[in-house]
């Protein structure tokens, strides 16, 4: 059955109305005044002399993760080629690692708990958009990865998402809701795979 064209004149004019509403809203920005000028100190200063220390100066790398308001614990081993937005919004417990190129992408909280480990190329992403909404809107849920936990190569942990204490999170995997404590996770969408055997402490 052919649209006969008063409606597609209607749709139109509706599609025209939601597109000038979200190019309104998008010209009011998610970000305060204190963190703009965050980000810009941090992406044009902070995170080029990050990228520029020695890959075994990890003390520097977590001075000056602490001038931009994170929170580190000792030891910690960041590389120089981890990618941090926000830092402010990043906490980092004792005795833990974050791989080569991995991203951590800060909007909202993220913290790491001691004792994990996330390899290279994994992504840490605490920032989404409503979709359900025209102008989709920024969102900052947080990210929480508990204590002797394990984010592999490659595994994305979507906002929102907590993994619970001793999780591993397979080569990968594609994390999207909380992942059980000491269990082991593959895939996309990631899922349980096998219990992962606790060790004394």
Not at 65 to 74: D, T
Not at 135 to 144: A, E, G, Q, S, T
């Amino acid at each position: 059955m052919s649209e006969r064209p008063s409606d597609r004149v209607g749709a139109d004019t509706q599609d025209d109305a939601l597109e000038a509403m979200s190019l309104a809203d998008r010209a009011v920005s998610p970000y305060t005044t204190k963190e703009k000028i965050g980000r810009v100190l941090w992406n044009y200063v902070g995170q080029k002399l990050f990228r520029l220390t020695f890959h075994n100066w990890y003390g520097v790398r977590n001075g000056l993760l602490r001038i931009f308001g994170a929170k580190i614990g000792s030891p910690v081993r960041l590389r120089p080629t981890v990618l941090i937005e926000q830092p402010w919004n990043l906490i980092v417990g004792d005795n833990s690692s974050v791989g080569d190129r991995a991203i951590v992408y800060c909007l909202g909280k993220v913290t790491i708990g001691a004792h994990v480990s996330v390899s290279q190329g994994a992504h840490l992403c605490a920032g989404t958009h409503d979709h359900r909404k025209p102008d989709m809107p920024l969102l900052r849920p947080p990210i929480v990865i508990e204590d002797y936990a394990w984010v592999a190569a490659d595994g994305f942990v979507g906002p929102n998402v907590r993994v619970r204490e001793g999780a591993v999170l397979g080569a990968r995997g594609c994390a999207m809701k909380d992942l059980d404590a000491w269990s082991i996770y593959a895939g996309n969408p990631a899922v349980k795979v096998k219990d992962r055997a606790k060790f004394s402490r």
